[in-house]
């Protein structure tokens, strides 16, 4: 009986993880590569009139900046535009996209091979299936919630801080900073990181509701078969 439990618990804590991990690296992937927020961004910001006086210029010539960074980050295109200092930096962010790649890639699978995994080992018992991925979903959704909502309120209070600690964690070799008349900083002023963490924000808290929803749902039909079982 033991033994079960352990087995049991382990499923439980390693498919909570791997949810997760889903939630929060998922919005994170999908942002990253957005063509349409960052433009929406360009706008916002007035990166268009510091690129060239002439609207046209700046919006094709930001398109093709845009496209090269998405290129480099998705393969091994050479990064063009950019200072040699501005290129070591972003070789440092493409490293940390692509362990943020693997971890997400990885999760989903260790997450469907779970399933089942679960599913064929309680296939005669569908109650005890069912019991392990509900804990796994109610687990997984609230330990998200919890994360993001306590991440959200710390960077309203102290989003310079926040921006400030990232960098140094992620970056330690210091190469982060830059003139203000820089390009990536002109591209990607700190009102982009603002806004573009809380659209992850919200894209990630929209999943983690719905998977708490899904898991509470499961919860309350298992307390009602447990009523007329026991």
């Not at 998405?70 to 393969?75: A, G, T, V, W």
């Not at 699978?109 to 392990?132: D, M, N, Q």
């Not at 102290?158 to 002109?186: A, R």
């Amino acid at each position: 009986m033991k033994n079960t439990n352990w087995h049991n618990k382990t499923i439980i804590g390693v498919f909570s993880v791997t949810l997760f991990i889903i939630i929060i690296f998922g919005s994170l992937n999908l942002m990253i590569f957005n063509k349409d927020f960052y433009y929406k961004e360009y706008s916002k910001n007035n990166v268009y009139e510091k690129i060239s006086n002439n609207k046209t210029i700046a919006i094709d010539t930001t398109k093709n900046i845009t496209t090269n960074i998405m290129k480099y980050f998705r393969s091994n295109a050479e990064l063009e535009y950019f200072t040699n200092t501005e290129k070591n930096h972003m070789s440092d962010v493409k490293s940390l996209i692509n362990i943020m790649q693997v971890v997400y890639y990885c999760a989903a699978v260790i997450s469907i091979i779970l399933f089942f995994y679960c599913y064929y080992t309680f296939k005669k018992e569908g109650v005890k299936f069912i019991r392990i991925i509900t804990k796994s979903v109610l687990y997984s959704s609230i330990a998200a919630i919890i994360f993001l909502v306590s991440l959200f309120v710390m960077s309203v209070f102290y989003f310079n801080l926040l921006f400030m600690m990232f960098h140094l964690i992620f970056f330690p070799q210091g190469n982060w900073m830059f003139d203000s008349s820089s390009l990536l900083i002109t591209l990607f002023p700190e009102q982009f990181f603002f806004d573009i963490a809380l659209r992850i924000f919200i894209y990630a808290l929209f999943q983690a509701i719905i998977f708490f929803g899904i898991g509470y749902y499961l919860n309350t039909q298992l307390k009602v078969y447990d009523k007329h079982h026991h």
